[in-house]
């Protein structure tokens, strides 16, 4: 069966850090392209990276270039989103989420496997 399980979200003050975790199971991690999404309320689900599958690709919203930083470790089954410099706009649910591709893009209906999300606040 196939899971996603987005952990490491939590409270932080303006300028701050996170790092974001999403284990994978139930399939063959080097075969997935891997994105992670952000959802706030009242507002259209965003994709903010990705990485294909065997990092043939990686790509960034403009809105989180520069401060967030996406990694993967197949040998764990597990995709990062190192986040620095954060914001009270980047408060939101984020969630992770796979496709079966080389190269990964930042349209959520490319992904056909969603986790369940975690929460991320940014506030002082």
């Known amino acids: 069966q196939l899971q996603l399980a987005e952990s490491g979200g939590g409270l932080v003050q303006p300028g701050g850090s996170l790092r974001l975790s999403c284990r994978v199971s139930?399939?063959?991690?080097?075969?997935?392209?891997i994105g992670w999404f952000r959802q706030a309320p009242g507002k259209e689900r965003e994709g903010i990276s990705c990485?294909?599958?065997?990092?043939?690709?990686?790509n960034y919203a403009d809105s989180v270039k520069g401060r967030f930083t996406i990694s993967r470790d197949n040998a764990k089954n597990t995709v990062y989103l190192q986040m620095n410099g954060l914001k009270p706009e980047d408060t939101a649910a984020y969630y992770c989420?796979?496709?079966?591709?080389?190269?990964?893009?930042?349209?959520?209906?490319?992904?056909?496997?969603w986790g369940q999300g975690t929460q991320v606040i940014v506030s002082s």
């Open positions: 990485v294909g599958s065997r990092g043939a690709s990686i």
């Open positions: 139930g399939l063959t991690l080097d075969d997935y392209a």
């Open positions: 989420a796979a496709d079966r591709a080389a190269y990964c893009g930042l349209g959520f209906y490319n992904y056909e496997y």
